[in-house]
């Protein structure tokens, strides 16, 4: 067995590890990232696409937003659509002048990787065997396979960015944690498009047969979503059901027609709202889907993960400079609250948009006056836009 050490051990390659080992880097701090996929498996794998505010001015003021700058899509506004009309929610002049950028999670990654390895720093790709032990010592390990070889590598902290199926989480003894858990009624059939955008800008639709989303990739790629059965298989729905469902879902009495396009990639994701508290135990510290899930009806995944990291690298920084542990131990309280006003605002937004099967007319005539109420009142608005494009780190 080879023995190797470094400050933080990070396991994961998604945004929230990878991001993690920019920051540190650039405070000096030594890091080992552990991966159980390949570069080319995580580089490529279709996920979320909008960061708010914050997130970009995190990418831009760490050094990693040159290809954001130019190829992310800037979004003032994003469209409710109900009814056969189309309302406009104007993000930038309810917020104060705050916008989202639209590029896709996996660009994330490679910008991050591609950072990692020009600052001459690896990452380990398909390690196998990953386990975590001692975590409640001083010295907590991280052991896995590397190429036939057995590693241990011993950390000053160890930090769980290994998403929900990890093996960081199930690694903290029984009765630690508590879990705050929902699942939704349905999934998301998500499909990427060869089509120029229809319409400039993000499509949330209510409609009898279920909730559609209209959005984009780039000047050439459509994204687009469906609301279906929760254990819906793929196999029923052949590329002109998709299109004749996302037609329907979308019409507006205007006749605003969606552009059709090869399907490039589809996929069904299961709908969850998850918590686990605290985000740490002894010296492991849990960040992003490690730690929690979001329904992507409030495109809050991404950001979370990403504002999680935020915390932890500025609290890693200032033990590793000063010895200080106040902001380690204050890690889990300090990202819980933006996690709960993220779980409450992305919840919100599924409830009043998806059509739920238990749901009587009651139930749809309460939505309908919520989604009117939104459109209509300034402040109602104001309360959408402000936690779309999130809220300013504390
Ligand atoms: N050992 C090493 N790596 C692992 C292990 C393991 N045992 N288990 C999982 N991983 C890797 C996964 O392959 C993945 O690359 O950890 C990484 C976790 O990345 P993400 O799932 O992308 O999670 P995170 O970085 O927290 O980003 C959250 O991802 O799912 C979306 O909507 C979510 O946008 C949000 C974002
Ligand atoms: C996406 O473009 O993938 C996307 C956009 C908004 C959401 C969820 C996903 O709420």
Redesign the pocket.
């Known amino acids: 067995m080879t023995s190797m050490r470094t400050q933080v051990g990070i ?7 990878l991001l993690l080992a920019h920051l540190l880097q650039r405070q000096g701090i030594e890091s080992a990232v ?4 390949a570069r080319d498996y ?1 580089e490529h794998r279709v ?2 696409g909008v960061l708010e505010q914050g997130s970009v001015d995190l990418l831009n003021d760490s050094g990693v937003g040159a290809r954001l700058q130019l190829e992310g899509l800037v979004h003032h506004g994003i469209e409710l659509r109900f009814g056969g009309q189309g309302h406009r929610i104007d993000m930038t002049a309810l917020t104060g002048g705050r916008c989202i950028t639209v590029y896709g ?1 996996q660009e994330v990654v490679k910008d991050l990787i591609r950072a990692r390895i020009d600052a001459g720093r690896e990452i380990m790709f398909e ?1 196998s065997d ?1 386990r975590v032990a001692d975590i409640d010592s001083s010295a907590p390990k991280v052991t896995f396979v590397r190429a036939g070889e057995k590693i241990e590598l011993v950390c000053d902290i160890i930090a769980g ?7 960081c989480r199930p690694s903290i003894p029984a009765g630690v944690l508590s879990t705050f858990e929902r699942t939704y009624p349905f999934a998301w059939l998500g499909i990427l498009a060869a089509a120029p955008p229809t319409h400039d800008e993000l499509i949330y639709a209510y409609h009898q047969r279920g909730f559609a989303l209209y959005s984009m990739r780039s000047p050439e790629v459509t994204r687009l979503y469906l609301q279906v059965a929760p254990e819906e298989d793929i196999g029923n729905w052949p590329d002109e059901r998709i299109w004749e469902d996302l037609h329907t879902r979308l019409e507006t009495d205007d006749g605003w027609k969606l552009r059709e396009g090869a399907i490039a990639e589809k996929g069904i994701t299961g709908m969850r709202s998850f918590v686990v508290e605290p985000m740490q135990y002894g010296r492991m510290f849990l ?4 730690a929690h899930i979001v329904p ?1 009806t409030g495109a809050k ?2 950001n979370l ?1 990403l504002a999680d990291v935020r915390v932890l690298a500025q609290a890693a920084t200032a033990y590793f400079k000063t010895g200080a542990r106040a902001l380690l131990d204050a890690y889990s309280a300090t990202c819980l609250k933006r996690v709960w006003r993220a779980e409450h605002f992305s919840w919100w937004m599924t409830s009043m948009l998806h059509r739920f099967p238990s749901d009587d007319v009651f139930q749809q005539r309460l939505q309908r006056s919520q989604l009117e109420y939104v459109v209509g009142s300034r402040p109602a608005a104001a309360s959408l836009a402000e936690n779309y494009v999130g809220l300013p780190f504390s």
């Open positions: 396991i994961g390659a998604g945004p929230a590890g552990i991966e159980n996929r995580v996920r979320a999670q390690v990953v960015c290994d998403g929900f199926h990890g093996v960040a992003g889907d490690a992507p995944g991404m993960a």
